[in-house]
């Protein structure tokens, strides 16, 4: 059993096929959309002065946030030694990898300048929060491969070549250490990436010090959910069990308690700044948010309900989680609520420009976007290597066995 | 493993080990905390970030102001134009400047011109991650096209709507040249955020040719000398002689969104005189 790779039934190759070769039209149709973004510059984008950011920093926030359960599961398992949780810690280290990856893919078409990404590492500014975000991101994902490549050295395939497994033990005994660091820069990007918004003092909509906490939290809570997805998913289309079921129920209370903390936090987020309060700036914007877009309405029905109250009641209700079909809803239905607060917090600050003019009339350019084919194009490649990546993986590598070289038990 | 299981064992007591530890911590915490609130770290050198590494201007203790009076703009958008020949951005929705119909709560129209406000607490300047944008010794918020990774952080958190980001190069021929003026800078490269600079490349030669910028034309901004009105004004706000501080001191002027906390260098008078 600890040498064997996962094994798909007979009869379960033919989709297995059309599976990949899906995938693969996906990452074809995103090269074709890289390729425009290179060729011709972000014009073919339908992004504008106004709205400078769009689909693929959503992407790129959402990828960045659901990779948390790598630095949740790993500070569990290496650091407060919660061992029970040890068989889901490779997969969300995966989980992480593919986010981080993907993330610093869209990243790359984001930046009018892919050629000078390294600027940042180069030239310094310590008063920008992005800054402080380019270099955790690029170290953190350090930290991701470092944790990563003893799975992969542990595969059959590198068996013929000791010494390189031999060093992919000796990388996975210092799992500890790469737990500490990488939660402290987990601790630090996962919650600047809110604070990008949060610090910005000429938008009220986003001026408030909970942005770095409720991002952080967000990322914890979906992190969590979409490791333990991938892995009941994986399960259920494999025929296996890959971790017994009071582990499953266990962490998916866990995510439970996290979403729930949030919606807390979230409520008096909301409250503090817009139900008790009357700050001019922010009571003008978010009235012209509910009047020219539907942000207001996305937040209430997505954010709150759909991906808020229900899955936290389906988490934590135990008859509704001890069934593995509606468990599976509610954790997507948080990985969703993630993406879409990434996309709301993103426009909703962008689309209602503060107004600086001294007459009434405004005079600012109205504010709109809507992503174009090479956007969304591109933002499919990126979404198909990562599901590509995490479908050979979870077949070829050891992902889903339990640690030969750490445990001993 | 096993040293681990044995450190769980045993007793709690705070030992040698455990007060260096406690020691180290608090010092380095002392010595962020320092780095934080002084030096060159410090939430108010940001300023000074971009200035380290590009050459300093030969700022004599000037600081750059203008003043827009509104109640005598006619809205005849020479400057808007004049800008764009002087500054070569051929594309109109890529105005540095930029000028719009307005009204005010009593109902009289006005003209409204924009250009970069030069904010001393520049939020562009704080947000960008590789220092390509800086606050100059004279006030004026610059930029280094070569440095700058077009990330656009800087439009985010600009308030003003200033900045513009080079989604293309415009291959278009320059339609406001040579009518109202010739290129003085080069067009920018596709990806980069570009901005209003005060026509920074006359004040500097102007300054180093002993001109006063806002008294000599060749050293003033284009839409400066450009319009037909004079209500665009000029000059150094230390100077209590600069034709800057004789407006200011004159006139009643607002700054737009003070509340903001960017401290714009760009005053405006209002459209109409007060009842």
């Known amino acids: ?409 | 493993m096993k040293k681990n299981k044995k450190k769980k064992g045993s007793p709690s007591i705070i030992g040698r080990r455990d007060v260096l530890k406690i020691a180290g911590a608090t010092g380095a915490a002392v010595v962020f905390t320092q780095l934080v609130t002084t030096g060159p770290l410090s939430s108010d050198a940001v300023q000074g970030i971009g200035r380290q590494t590009h050459q300093a201007n030969a700022s004599g203790g000037q600081e750059w102001h203008m003043v827009i009076d509104l109640s005598k703009c006619i809205g005849c958008h020479y400057c808007l134009w004049t800008c764009q020949a002087t500054n070569d951005v051929p594309e109109d929705d890529m105005r540095w400047n930029i000028g719009f119909p307005e009204t005010t709560e009593n109902g009289v129209d006005f003209f409204m011109t924009r250009p970069c406000l030069h904010c001393q607490q520049a939020p562009c300047v704080k947000v960008c991650p590789v220092g390509a944008t800086w606050v100059r010794e004279d006030g004026i918020v610059a930029m280094d096209y070569t440095r700058c990774i077009g990330c656009r952080y800087c439009e985010v958190a600009c308030p003003y709507d200033v900045r513009r980001f080079n989604w293309k190069v415009s291959e278009k021929e320059n339609p406001y040249q040579p009518a109202w003026g010739t290129s003085e800078v080069e067009r920018r490269p596709r990806g980069v955020v570009e901005k209003c600079t005060f026509c920074v490349q006359r004040i500097d030669r102007g300054v180093a040719q002993g001109l006063t910028p806002g008294v000599d034309p060749q050293a003033t901004p284009a839409c400066v000398n450009i319009c037909p009105v004079n209500a665009r004004v000029f000059g150094d706000i230390n100077d209590e002689e600069s034709p800057l501080s004789k407006y200011l001191a004159e006139h009643d002027t607002f700054r737009l969104r003070e509340d903001f906390g960017t401290e714009p260098k760009v005053h405006y008078v209002r459209p109409e005189k007060e009842a």
């Open chain 1, 1 to 409: 059993m600890a040498t064997t790779e996962l094994t798909y039934k007979r009869s379960a190759i033919s989709p297995f096929f059309f599976w990949v070769a899906g995938l693969a039209i996906m990452i074809l149709i995103g090269i074709a959309g890289m390729a425009n973004v290179l060729m011709n510059g972000l014009q073919v984008t339908g992004l504008n002065d106004r709205v400078p950011w769009g689909l693929w920093i959503t992407q790129d926030l959402s990828s960045i946030g659901l990779g948390a359960g790598a630095f949740t599961f790993s500070a569990l398992v290496y650091l407060f030694r919660v061992k029970r949780f040890e068989p889901l810690a490779r997969a969300a280290v995966f989980v992480g990898f593919l986010g981080y990856t993907s993330a610093m893919l869209a990243l790359a078409m984001d930046i009018g300048r892919p050629d000078r990404f390294w600027h940042p590492l180069v030239y310094w500014n310590v008063h920008s929060v992005l800054w402080e975000i380019t270099w955790c991101v690029i170290l953190y994902s350090t930290v991701l491969a470092l944790e990563f490549l003893p799975i992969l050295f542990s595969s059959n395939y590198f068996s013929r070549w000791p010494w390189i497994r031999k060093f992919g033990e000796l990388l996975h005994r210092g799992a500890p250490v790469m737990a500490v660091i990488g939660m402290g820069l987990s601790m630090l990007h996962q919650s600047s990436l809110g604070a990008t918004y949060g610090v910005l003092s000429g938008r009220a909509i986003w001026f408030k010090p909970s942005m770095p906490v409720m991002f952080i939290i967000s990322a914890v809570a979906g992190g969590i959910s979409l490791t333990l997805l991938a892995t009941i998913l994986t399960g259920k289309l494999t025929n296996r069990r890959l971790i017994s079921l009071d582990l499953q129920r266990e962490i998916a209370r866990l995510a439970g308690y996290v979403l729930l903390g949030y919606l807390y936090l979230k409520i008096w987020d909301w409250a503090a700044t817009s139900y008790y309060s009357h700050s001019p700036g922010t009571a003008s914007a978010l009235s012209r948010l509910q009047a020219t877009t539907p942000y207001t309405q996305t937040f209430w029905w997505l954010e709150i309900i759909l991906g808020g109250l229900i899955p936290a009641f389906i988490l934590l209700y135990p008859s509704l989680r001890r069934n593995d079909r509606a468990l599976m809803i509610g954790l997507g239905l948080i990985v969703m609520a993630v993406v879409v607060n990434r996309w709301n917090v993103t426009l909703s600050g962008l689309v209602v420009p503060p107004e600086w003019s001294p007459g009434v009339l405004g005079g600012v350019l109205a504010a709109s976007y809507f992503p174009t084919w090479t956007e969304v194009a591109v933002s499919i490649g990126i979404l198909g290597y990562g599901l590509l990546a995490f479908t050979l993986g979870v077949k070829y590598l050891p992902i889903f066995r339990r640690a030969r070289a750490h445990g001993g038990d």
